[in-house]
């Protein structure tokens, strides 16, 4: 009897989105160090926070494929790439993996479509509202970078994103989610 309800596609596309989400916590966690390691308390406080949620996005794939009855393939991580230049390179470069990462979430959400894997649709569902929600925060802080000045941001500035930074909610809000009342 065949209790695998996922097609051999779909278990792979999951299998490398799960290792993708492993590896957008390796980024966040060398970022987090090169932060740290540059007196950014806050920044860093901030990035291992990201570091954890990108784990638990891994671990929430793993157990879908598990429930699913199709086989986790645990392989390895891909090496984090080479550490930013300065604060607005490392928003810019987290924006970046962030947008990468969406895309590759829409492709596991057109691959069920395309298999009517109604399931395996509503689960991903979570994973796009998250990713708007991400990137709309890394959009936030890239535009409070650009006002401060960018790449020519002065000390004063950083302290305060720094120190903001260690406050910062980890979820943004979402356009679906504002009202009249609450713009
Ligand atoms: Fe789980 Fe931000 O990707």
């Not at 395309?114 to 535009?143: G, I, R």
Request: hydrophobic fraction near 40%; charged fraction near 25%.
């Amino acid at each position: 009897m065949n209790t695998n309800r996922l097609s051999d596609k779909m278990a792979s596309a999951l299998n490398d989105q799960m290792t993708k989400e492993a590896h957008a916590s390796q980024i966040y966690l060398s970022y987090a160090a090169w932060a740290d390691s540059q007196g950014y308390g806050g920044i860093a406080n901030f990035l291992f926070r990201h570091a954890h949620e990108e784990r638990n996005h891994m671990m929430k794939i793993l157990e879908y494929i598990l429930k699913r009855g199709a086989v986790v393939r645990v392989t390895a991580i891909p090496a984090p790439p080479a550490d930013p230049l300065n604060i607005n390179d490392c928003f810019e470069k987290v924006f970046n993996h962030e947008v990468d990462n969406t895309k590759a979430i829409y492709q596991v959400v057109k691959l069920s479509l395309t298999e009517e894997d109604w399931a395996t649709w509503n689960f991903m569902q979570w994973f796009v509202k998250e990713q708007t929600e991400e990137e709309t925060l890394a959009l936030s802080l890239l535009d409070k970078i650009k006002i401060a000045g960018g790449e020519k941001i002065n000390s004063d500035a950083l302290y305060t994103l720094d120190r903001d930074l260690e406050n910062t909610p980890d979820d943004a809000r979402l356009a679906q989610d504002v009202t009249t009342e609450n713009p």
